[in-house]
């Protein structure tokens, strides 16, 4: 059978696989869509297909909702061409904990688009953006993207021009977005909520600064009218909720693509792009999700709380992002990437099998992170860690490897770990110097960076965009010889990397005197963790 808009003709055969299907029509759905749009999502990753669109499926089937969801890609335009082919289905599937899987044929996404300025696809979008009936545009499009600096805090060129040249052409991510902000104002200055839902804290407020910022450029540079920054700022017609979003959804692996095939469907290798984005037509992903917005939506929304998602205040929304962000998730996450990198683990499942490991991420979690916490009330944060600890991160379904996790390292570590040494200097009774785990990771993290393993073996460093900057640090590494902390001292008073300034604030001693020991011999990496998590 091959995923595409014919393959409900094979539907009893679907049944008998175990595939749930969507109970509407989709060319109904489909042409609703098109008509009056409500919803633009940017980016087709996998936690917005695996997530949100089946989560859309869900409110469809059961006549929540009448309409489905037109998702517009701006950094690579090879996962439309691939995604387009199976006429915009995806399979589900979703792996749990006991072993049971899920799989259900998603056809809650209307059609993909590329932002692609200047082609008839971002005409499309303008269009788009000229309905009234749009009621938001969500974004999962990673940190990084939102960014309007380079590294040294120059901005790019590509926002530069941008910036000169007004809405017209813009070439950068952020400068299409404000150019189809800019193509609502001139239509009627309709009413819309711009909703980041990427993994990051305070994201919605990372994106109202971007698009204030194109918005004051233009109305200076003569190229928009006040008008269009008034639009933009005054937090009546646009809004830009706060959101925080969770579930594990990997790369595509090739056990699901087996799956898949057995039960009858053709076609469901996964590829590889030439930007390295990992694309199939099926997303694998655990069962557990969480997704809470600020419900600032000022043209309406979709009833997305009939479908599990929580709506409430900013405040809470920020309360919830911080602790999963800061101590209940996340943290743990890039300290088992880490260290899985270094011990040459290959699956986050068989890390929770190492008795050490465990213990330091709990550690991490309950005896570092919890004491400055401020509970939600919505969701409690030990049963959150909890959780993690016990179901998820052992979950031996879920293909997800700790190289995966390890990217973008430099850019995580000061909200991962900075945001709670911040909340310990404030508190005024607790001591950052009695920490151990957190600058366990920092030395981790150190030791990570010469890209030898603790076998003493090369290894592949994941993407970061500062590792052209940092590696050449260690350059000279050599296991078991002397290690020159000078030339990275600088490196731990960098607060854009850690959030504070490690020698300022009295722990950069101790990340030495980790990092040191990690460095001493084979093995001295697994004997350190060891050392930590039974103190």
Known sequence: MNLNKDIFVHKERLTAEGFSLPTYEPAVVQAATFEEPIWLQLGAGNIFRGFLGSVTQQLLNNQVMDKGIIVAEGY???????????DNLTVNVTLKSNGEVDKEILASISDYLKMDTGTPDFARLKAILRAPSLQMISLTITEKGYSLTDNQGELTDAVAEDFKNGPAAPVSYMGKIAALLFERFTAGQFPVAMVSMDNMSHNGEKLQQAMTRFAKEWVN????????????????????????????????DQSVERLLTKAGLSDMAPSETAKHTFVAPYVNGEETQYLVIEDAFPNGRPQLEEAGVIFTDRQTVNQVETMKVT???????????IFGCLLGYTSIHEE??????????????????LPVVVDPKILDPKRFIDEVITVRFPNPYI???????????????SVRYGETLKAYLRSGTLSVTQLQVIPLVFA???????GINDDG???TLSPDPLLDQLTPLFADFELGAPVNIEKIKALLSDEKIFGVDLNQIGLADTVFTFFTEMCSKKGAVKAVIKKVATS
Request: proline content about 8%.
């Open 76 to 86: 690579d335009y090879e996962i439309v061409d691939r995604l387009a082919a199976f």
């Open 221 to 252: 540079k003569g190229t928009a009218p006040q008008g269009f920054a008034e639009y933009v700022t005054s937090g009546e017609k646009v809004t830009f909720p706060w959101s925080m979003i969770d579930k594990i959804t990997p790369r595509p």
């Open 327 to 337: 101590t209940c998730l996340n943290p743990l996450h890039t300290a088992l990437a």
């Open 352 to 369: 929770m099998m190492n008795a050490d490991l465990v213990a330091l991420i709990k550690k991490l979690g309950y005896d570092e992170g």
């Open 399 to 413: 293909p997800d490897i700790p190289q995966r996790i390890a990217t973008d390292t430099s850019q995580k570590l």
């Open 444 to 450: 981790g993290w150190l030791r990570y960076l010469t």
């Open 457 to 459: 073996t090369p290894m």
